[in-house]
């Protein structure tokens, strides 16, 4: 087995590319920022889903179940980009937790609208990191990831769309 000193690759997982390689780290560390909150929102999103109770029980607990399955799609895209550009990928729970910007709850209990709310914030704190993503593949001329993030991009801000209008009070601006 080759192993590969810090902060290169693996002769083995040397992946052609015509990016230079400053590009590649860039990409890479921003993807892989991703993709560690990619993790953790997945995983918190479930832990909600597991765990949500109250008189919207139902309703809830499928939502929190497609927001999830929706998150956990985007992780290989986000770690195949990684890898096509040339760049490694995370490698464990530990490194996840290294790079996560989302903070885990582990609460015993949180209150249904609460555990929405936050994971509003979460998205639109993923929302915002894609965007800067978003802004160093554009400076590295990798149109692919920009297209992917794009698309991520707009699934973030329906999550936080939804999760906003199922926090909404009721009656709060009707007329």
């Known amino acids: 087995m080759t192993k ?12 052609p590319t015509d990016l230079p390689p400053q590009s ?20 918190k999103t479930k832990n909600f889903h597991w765990h949500i109770s109250g008189r919207h029980f139902r309703d809830y607990h ?9 998150i956990l799609a985007t992780t290989d895209d986000l770690a195949e980009r990684v890898r096509k550009v040339g760049g490694t990928t995370l490698r464990s729970i530990g490194h996840i937790s290294k790079l996560q910007s989302i903070q ?28 800067k993503a978003h802004e160093i593949v554009d400076e590295c001329k990798d149109a692919a990831s ?6 991520f991009i707009d699934e973030t801000e329906k999550r936080t769309w939804f ?11 009707e007329a």
């Open 4 to 15: 590969a000193k810090s902060g290169s690759v693996a002769p083995e997982l040397d992946t």
């Open 24 to 43: 590649v780290e860039k990409i890479s560390t921003a993807l892989n920022g991703l993709l560690a909150d990619s993790f953790a929102l997945y995983l």
């Open 62 to 70: 499928l939502l929190l179940d497609e927001q999830s399955a929706q």
């Open 104 to 131: 885990d709850n582990n609460d015993d209990y949180v209150p249904p609208r609460e555990m929405l709310r936050e994971l509003m914030n979460d998205n639109k704190k993923v929302a915002a990191a894609m965007r």
């Open 146 to 151: 920009a297209g992917l993030l794009e698309n």
């Open 163 to 173: 999760l906003f209008e199922a926090t909404r009070q009721e009656g709060a601006n």
